[in-house]
């Protein structure tokens, strides 16, 4: 916290400069098909819910500077989780706080009386946080809140009795998740409460009780948990389970902030892990407070915030900063008798697809320059392929500055990897230049590879989704170049390169 409230300080100074500059959607480095704010600092997806055909998507928003600062929640709603309309900012700051990371619920059964005409409300559930109370040292800074909605997301209105969840003498208490749990007729909230989940309960969302912690002795805990999220899984040999996702800061396996998730059984009251190990969403160093959609059925879409708080504030973007990572369907999977959850692109993707280039089988010995056969001048694309036999391999992107990025598999080490050490511009943070690297999960011999590229990121998703790494980068020129290399002959075959349109006009 002691971090932000710096940024804050350089916010301040900052913001009259990113102010007079208007966003076009076509700076350099500017995505192209993930949502980024039209302008100023974005970090954490929140209040993720699904209404009347409507995805509604909110996010931590400071909207006078490129840098953390006040947070209120930002706000885009759309009908596919692809295209985004902006929409005016749906919670400010007030005496509380300021808002930080939560959820939305659709209220069905008015159970919280907020509802109006019969209709059901929309509830956030949020996080207040009391920057006066945090000058003055107090521990007791962040308590739970509610806002609701009457039109479907338009506009929010506080309720007049927060918060609805005091503050009990814990530095870091934050980021309720919030889900109706039918068998009980309550809703659970899962908290992030420093190194540890506490889940309460609650018949009607103003009033809740205390249930049970978990995790102080499981997963990883090098740094605060933050960001959770609970919800009911049917794996792929049928067996109901339940998923419990924990953000993590610092802490992540290459570095800084990453999503880790445990399965387990919830009863309603407690959770137990059946996973003993520790084990990401992702594994790269770029996907923090990932969180699932609401109100989707049996359908989990994830979605993160695709930067890291060790260079968040840096990184060299103007007129606004970061993004997220594309929408991912998360799947639990039975691997070698055990399950994790695996996640690929939603299929909602492939509407930015125009003419795909198939080139069916490729034997690569040695190199192979993809840039010729592929015909690609494209900022942004989808390459998958899969093989019967994975070997050591690598893909470069790379621009005729010598500037490059490798993605690959080391077979010695069993890892992917994605290394952006030469990948551009890395002066503003020494722990950016690296290579990342990701245990292989699947131990069979074939393997299926996405790779989804944007004008500053690459997400990839090997072995259908059971390792997955996302990275940033910024080249000073775009890369333009793309080959494959492989000193063992690796074969790969149903090869199709996507070009992928843009989702701002
Ligand atoms: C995670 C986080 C949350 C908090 C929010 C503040 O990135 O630190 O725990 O609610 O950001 O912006």
Redesign the pocket.
Known sequence: MIN?IKYLMIGLLTSTAAMAQKPTYKEQYRPQIHFSPPAHWM??PNGMVFYKGTYHLFY?YYPKATV?GP?HWGHATSVDMIHWKNKPVALYPDSLGYI??GSAVVDFNNTSGLGKNGRPPLVAIF?H?DPVKEKAGRKDTQTESLAYSNDEGKTWHKYEHNPVLKNPGITDF??PNVSWYAPGKKWIMTL?TKDRITFYSSPNLKVWKKESEFGEHEGAHGGVW??PDLFPVTASDGKKLWVLIV?I?PGGPNSG?ATQYFVGNFDGSTFKAINTDTRWIDSGTDE??GVTWHNTGNRHVFLG?MSN?EYATTVPTQVWRSANTVPRELKLVNIDHDYYVTAEPVKELNSLKTTSVDLKTLNVKGGKDLTKLLKRSDNQYELKFSSKQLKNFSLTLSNKSGEQLVIGFDAAENNWYIDRTRAGVSDFNKNFAKRMTAKRITAGPGTDVTLIVDAASVELFADKGATVMTAIFFPKKPYTDLAINSKDGFEISGVTYSPLKSIWP
Request: contains cysteine; negative net charge.
């Open positions: 932000k970090n954490d931590q953390w947070m930080f990371s996080t946080h934050r980021d992030a933050e960001c953000n800061n902030s923090y407070a915030w708080w």
